[in-house]
């Protein structure tokens, strides 16, 4: 096993030279499969660990922290060579965190951030997830071009960083455009079930929704979601109610295609890739990698042909 040389020293370094092709036991701490996003990146870590010849052990938490913290635990006690954790919220890993690096076991976080010393693991693959709220936000201030709009706002899981930073992004982004205003904001903990529902509950508070311009969700699941709401309530989304969200999942742009939603911001489901990269680096030559490596996020809308970007992405796993 490599384990015992992560964190490690120049001695390490030519051992692991020595055989750079050695097979590795990583274990991953999914949350679950709440989104489409979320299933592709599963299937793609899958992937991207079966071309590398890598044993995944993977542990689906079912949404919640305990779950990850014991997964996380048993790889420990199993001695793998590293961890990838998706974190479902952004606090209270400190202590499992520091029982990996006593292990000598380096960790690698996938899309979400922790709020934990940086010292606790090797390196951090996300977008910036501010930028992707400030993105979405700037789409609808300039697609509104000063009228006035009220937004409704549905969030993912509480206390997860791309919650807090989407939310934050988007609100800088219409920060000093008091046309635009966030009228109502609730979790719909990134489910197309709870976005529908929560956006009921938004449509019934606000006159059948005919105080609505906008819809913004944290990911597009809950957009889908709120869409068949918006549809159920009389509405027509996209026209009556635009709708911005974040992932870039193929049902979007369907969505898209079909005038319903307006625009989305891509998360690229592939973390894994540059994880294992950096880790393989780690491994065989002793690299530090950045303590953040950013993936890109890219505004695609209605002018991007929606439907040739569904063709695309629809056979990739989500
Ligand atoms: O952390 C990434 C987010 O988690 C995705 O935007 C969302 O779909 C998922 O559940």
Not at 172 to 185: F, L, Q, T
């Amino acid at each position: 096993m490599l384990r015992k040389t992560f964190w490690g020293t120049a001695a390490f370094a030519s051992l692991v030279l020595a055989a750079p092709s050695l097979a590795q036991t990583i274990g991953f701490s999914q949350i679950g499969s709440e989104s489409g996003w979320r299933a592709a990146e599963t299937t793609l870590t899958h992937q991207q660990a079966e071309e590398r010849g890598i044993d995944l052990k993977f542990a689906d938490a079912q949404q919640k922290q305990e779950n990850q913290i014991k997964a996380l635990r048993s790889f420990i006690a199993q001695g793998v060579d590293a961890i990838l954790l998706a974190p479902v919220v952004a606090t209270g890993w400190e202590s499992v965190l520091e029982e990996a690096k006593e292990a000598e076991i380096p960790v690698v976080l996938l899309d979400r951030t922790v709020d934990a010393p940086e010292d606790l693991y090797l390196t951090a693959v996300t977008s910036d997830l501010v930028h992707e709220g400030n993105v979405a936000g700037q789409w609808l201030v300039d697609a509104v071009a000063g009228e006035p709009c009220n937004v409704v706002e549905l969030q993912g899981t509480t206390g997860s960083s791309p919650a807090i930073d989407r939310k934050a992004g988007f609100e800088e982004a219409i920060a000093g455009h008091d046309n635009v205003k966030i009228i109502r904001s609730q979790t719909g903990d990134f489910t197309r079930t709870k976005g529908k529902e929560v956006m009921e509950s938004f449509l019934k508070a606000e006159d059948g929704g005919r105080n609505i311009c906008a819809l913004y969700a944290h990911n597009d699941d809950m957009a889908v979601g709120a869409i068949q709401a918006i549809k159920e309530a009389g509405l027509k989304p996209g026209d009556d109610i635009l709708v911005v969200s974040i992932d870039a999942v193929p049902d979007i742009f369907k969505a898209m295609a079909e005038g319903e939603a307006n625009a989305t911001v891509e998360l690229t489901p592939n973390m894994a890739g540059p994880a294992f990269d950096a880790l393989a680096a780690y491994m065989t030559n002793g690299t530090t990698p950045p303590k953040w490596i950013q993936t890109e996020s890219k505004l695609y809308t209605q002018e991007d042909d929606p439907m040739a970007v569904y063709e695309q992405k629809k056979g990739l796993g989500y």
